[in-house]
C-alpha cells in the first residue's frame, strides 16, 4: 500500500490546512480524526473509504465542500483510474469544541 502525499500548509489560528494528493490505489493509512474537519475537493475522483472491514465509494467533486465529525476512524484511497485531492481543514484547539455539532 503506498501512502497519499500530505502537505500541512497551515497550523495556526484555529486550523490546520492540509493538502492531500492520491495517485491511483494511494492510501492515507488508517487514522482516526480527533477534531471536526472540512474537506474541499480540488481534483474530481473516486474515493475508497474502509472501515473495518466495509468499503464505501465516493464520488468527490471539485468545489464541493463536505464536513465531518470528529470520531470518524477509516482509510481513505484512490478507487478511481485518475489522481485526485482535496484540502482538509481541521478544526484545532476552541474552535474543535465549537465545531462539534455544526454545519459549516
Known amino acids: 500500500m503506498e501512502p497519499a502525499r500530505s502537505e500541512v500548509q497551515i497550523h495556526e ?3 490546520r490546512v492540509t493538502r492531500w494528493t492520491f495517485d491511483v490505489g494511494q492510501h492515507t493509512g488508517i487514522h482516526r480524526h480527533e477534531v471536526p474537519y472540512v474537506v474541499v475537493p480540488v481534483v474530481s475522483g473516486r474515493m475508497g473509504v ?3 472491514d466495509d ?4 464520488d468527490i467533486v471539485a468545489g464541493e465542500s463536505y464536513f465531518r465529525a470528529a470520531g470518524a476512524e477509516h482509510d481513505v484511497y484512490n478507487a478511481g483510474a485518475a489522481p485526485f ?4 481543514v ?3 484547539g476552541e474552535n474543535a469544541q465549537s465545531g462539534k455539532n455544526k454545519d459549516i
Open 55 to 58: 468499503v464505501t465509494y465516493h
Open 13 to 15: 489560528g484555529g486550523v
Open 90 to 92: 481541521e478544526l484545532v
Open 85 to 88: 485531492a482535496f484540502v482538509e
Open 50 to 52: 474502509r472501515v473495518g
